[in-house]
């Protein structure tokens, strides 16, 4: 680790000089002067006066992104610390250290804890006519693990605080058996993608891009059609037909390239893309109202996000963000309660036909984000 940060600090030395032709070479390169996630700003105090300047410094966006280049290209390191590079791929080093690390770890009892919660939620919903579906979800690492020659140094190391870690197995595996005990409807993308591994996993078009810590919006859609399939035999509704295939493209769809989008470098990424080409027959939906709660990998499931329902509300909680308005517009909160506030939350639930939650298998420990906590405490209300 020392070695690595004399080398960062030799080649700040020497892109220095950089800043020096800043404002031509920034007009000559079109260069943006703005840093992919970069710290929230700092607004200009004597407190912090220091930090303040650092953050505007003259030609401090050339001088970082002119950095990470050469930490790339000729040291082939990653330079942003929540992504570690691998041969040609890109990780999140959260997912990393959730296989190698054991981060996340679930106890027992917060498996059964979890799963009771659901299956009082699933009682609820069917006594007032309603249906629960769970999905879960992969994180990329599952489909390199055993592959990845990478020292431990390279992963920053995360504290556990869970203990009772049984068997020795991932959270989803521990989730996955209790699930089938149960009598829960839940469709678990992990093992359709192990079953249809000369779909999903070879051919043509990647699971996961090199450059994504998403699989790919292709893939992602052929996943998609089985999830409707699912929702169509298990649950009795009308969904459209849709039928997908893939173009090469020169341009990757988000989030094909989201990893490589915030290295902020000036290469662009560097493999084949692909489009997905999607038609939609036979639109009978149900005139139904979903409640979706989830992150970006069930997103990517749904996509085109408005063919769950033609005719009726689809509102879709991902992680902090409310989705609604057939995807049309958003609001952002902190707190479901602050949600209810300001949006007629607790009145979409009661109205809701179907929900449909995620559960990814890094989030295990932290699953549905508390919302099925808001769900149980204000069951009267749906």
Known sequence: MKLKKIIENVLLTFVF???I??????????IENNLSGADEKVEFSFEKIDDYIIQNFPGRSLLVRTKNQ????????SPNTSITKVGDTLFSTETLNYYY????????DKIDTLIDKLTRFDKICKDRDKKLLIVLTPTKPRYYNGTLPFADDVIMLYENDEEGDFDNILPYDKL??????????????????????KT???????????SSHHWSVYKANMIGLALHDHMRKTMGIHLPKLTISATPSDVAEYPDADLFNVLNIYDKPKEQFYKTVMEYTNFDNDNLNFTVQGGSFLGGLLLPQTTLSLFGDVLHIENKILLYNKYKDNYTFETY??????????EHL????IFILEINELNVYNATFGFIDYLLMHEEDI
Do not use: C
């Not at 050469?70 to 390191?77: K, N, Q, V």
């Not at 996955?176 to 591994?197: E, G, P, Q």
């Not at 009661?350 to 036909?353: E, Y």
């Open 337 to 346: 309660d602050e949600l209810a506030e300001k949006f007629n939350l607790i």
């Open 70 to 77: 050469l930490l790339y290209s000729l040291f082939d390191m």
């Open 176 to 197: 996955a058996m209790a699930l089938k005990k149960s009598d829960l409807n839940y469709f678990d993308a992990i093992n359709y993608i192990d079953t249809h591994k």
């Open 21 to 30: 032709a800043y404002p031509w070479v920034a007009s000559f390169l079109g």
């Open 200 to 210: 999903l996993i070879d051919g043509q078009v990647p699971l996961f891009y090199n």
């Open 350 to 353: 009661h109205n809701t036909d």
């Open 101 to 108: 690390h054991r981060l996340h770890s679930v106890s027992k």
């Open 17 to 19: 000089l950089v800043v």
